[in-house]
Structures are given as C-alpha cells and as structure tokens.
C-alpha cells in the first residue's frame, strides 16, 4: 500500500485536544467502492480519503497512537481495528462486512497478507496471472507467505476452476478451495 497506492506520503501527526477511543471510525457513510489498507502500527500517509476513486479503510491494531487516529479522522479516511498488536484477519473481515457495504473482498497484497489471509481460511477463490517473464532473484517473495510468530496451518488444496490465455501470452489461472481444507 504504502509504496503503490499512498504515494509515501507521510503523515501529518497532531496531538488531538481528548484521547481518541479505539472505536470503528467510518470517515464517508455514502462510499460504496473501498481499497481496504492493513496498517497494524498507523504509518501510512494519504493525499486524501480516497485512492483511485475507493474510499479508504484502514485496518489497525489497538497500538495504534491517538496522533495517527486524529490524523485518519481529520483526512476522514475510515478505520477499524482488529487485535490488539497483530492484525486478526477475521475479525477485520467481520467488521467490514458489518460496517460497510461489502460483500466481496479482492486481496491484491504481497505473501505476507495473502499468506495471513490463507492461513485464516479466509480466502475461497485464487487468482494466479502467469506472466511470460523468468527473473531468478534471490529471496524473492513467495505468494503466500506465513510469519514464525503465526502457527501454520495444513498446506491448502485447490480445484483448477477455469485457464484462459490473455493478452501479451499471459495466463490466468483460477482455483477453487478445496471444501475439505480446514
């Protein structure tokens, strides 16, 4: 997020006049297109409340400071919180379910994210672009990903659902989760 979509921009901290409650903030009720951010610690800066037309919705932990809450709000960027210092992924799923009109989530992050997102069970269909590029770099991130701190669950089958050739001799594969994965 921070490299692709805020612009590293950072953020204006300000010391609010009262302590801010770690409470759901929604910075934009008539919003009806997201891009969902997980900022456990509040370190991402915005030009605004939007990011290619999706209105903003961080995800923190309870760790964040009353300075970057003031911030969120004042840039009416929307906010939950879900753990209170490592995101808990499905409790962030429940509340954006549950304070928002989403129905679907699109997970476009690194292995870290999708990783945490597999390894919750939180994930039912995957996506895979196979472009035609070789590249042999060393310590490249996988797509899925699991921190040591997290305890791994079993490694995740998946049903081929449907191969389309793209453009550009892209591939694009689409699977299903296997319904007897955890």
């Known amino acids: 997020m921070e490299r692709d979509f805020s612009g590293g921009v950072p953020p204006e901290l300000l010391k609010p006049e009262h302590p801010i409650s770690k409470e759901a903030f929604i910075g934009n009720k008539n919003a009806t297109s997201f891009a969902v951010a997980v900022d456990a610690k509040g370190k991402l800066g915005w030009e605004s409340n939007e990011t290619g037309g999706d209105h903003i919705i961080e995800v923190l932990t309870e760790q964040v400071s009353d300075k970057y809450l003031y911030y969120l709000q004042r840039k009416s960027i929307s906010y939950i919180f879900a753990g209170k210092n490592e995101i808990d992924f499905k409790s962030a799923i429940d509340q954006l379910a549950k304070l928002f009109p989403i129905e679907t989530l699109m997970v476009e992050g690194g292995g870290h994210l999708n990783g945490s997102m597999l390894n919750a069970s939180l994930i039912d269909e995957l996506s ?55």
Do not use: M, R
């Open 128 to 182: 895979l672009l196979l472009l035609p590029i070789a590249d042999g770099t060393p310590k490249s991130p996988t797509t899925f990903e699991v921190s040591d701190y997290l305890a791994k669950a079993p490694a995740t089958h998946l049903k081929l659902a449907e191969v389309k050739q793209l453009e550009n001799d892209v591939i694009w594969l689409k699977y299903k989760l296997n319904s007897n994965n955890h």
